[in-house]
């Protein structure tokens, strides 16, 4: 496993740009039944860097995910992606930052039925606001090795094709911040090295500040930092 940063959680990333995740924490239910599911994280993910996120189930991971993609606002602490202070923005801004500056990659690729692989990056960039920005979606098809099936519909196409169109369709707006769940859940283990070196080639060509949770420790290789999680609490 390399190291190249040798960033601890709680340093800072000098230009603020990646994430950063200051004093966090997340206090989920009501009454008697409130479940703290993040602890007082701090975290930073600089640009160019893949972060793995170990942790048993229900330790958190889902909730780092969502509060670090503006998804959902924490208890207490800030979040900054790209220099923004997420907290500070409206609901409309918010979203906003969530379409261009974030890229979201889930267990099954949740790829669109009705859309061929092309069309699901056009799609993306669409709601994005316009074909003018970001990356050009036959190019990157081509990145990431699924040119040939650009005119293919998710059903006609294998879990790692899949999982592949959907690492595409995250990146073609150049995001700063690309949040992944579990990416290999589905896959054969030839098929889970492609996908994380994949991710990994494409977080330090682009310095994209990439967090991926799994619970996959043969693709741990690929990743430049590994922090575990349990009961709402990170450490190295
Ligand atoms: N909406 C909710 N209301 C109350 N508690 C919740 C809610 N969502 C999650 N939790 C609790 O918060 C804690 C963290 O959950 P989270 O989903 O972040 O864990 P996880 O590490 O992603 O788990 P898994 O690996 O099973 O997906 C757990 O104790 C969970 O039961």
Known sequence: MTHPTQQLPGTSAPTGAGLVLDDVSLTLGDGDSTVTAL?????????GELL???????????SLLA????????SEGTVRIDGADVSSLTGARQAALRRER???????????????????????????????????PLTLLEQVGMDHKADRRPHELSGGERQRVGIARALVTAPALLLVDEPTAALDRARSHEVVRLLA??????????VMVTHDHD???????????EDGRLSV
Not at 52 to 62: E, H, R
Not at 67 to 74: E, I, N
Not at 109 to 136: I, K, M, S, W, Y
């Open 39 to 47: 602890d007082h994280v701090h975290l930073t993910v600089a640009p």
């Open 201 to 210: 080639a494409e977080t330090h060509e682009h310095g994209v500040a990439t």
């Open 102 to 136: 974030i890229g979201f990659v889930f267990q099954s690729g949740n790829l669109l039925p009705a859309l061929t692989a092309l069309d699901q990056l056009r799609f993306a960039l669409h709601v994005a606001g316009g074909e003018g920005r970001g990356r050009d």
């Open 219 to 229: 693709v741990l290789d690929h990743c430049d930092r590994v922090v575990h999680m």
């Open 67 to 74: 509060v670090a993609g503006a998804l959902t606002r924490p």
């Open 52 to 62: 793995a996120v170990l942790g048993p189930s229900g330790a958190g991971k889902s």
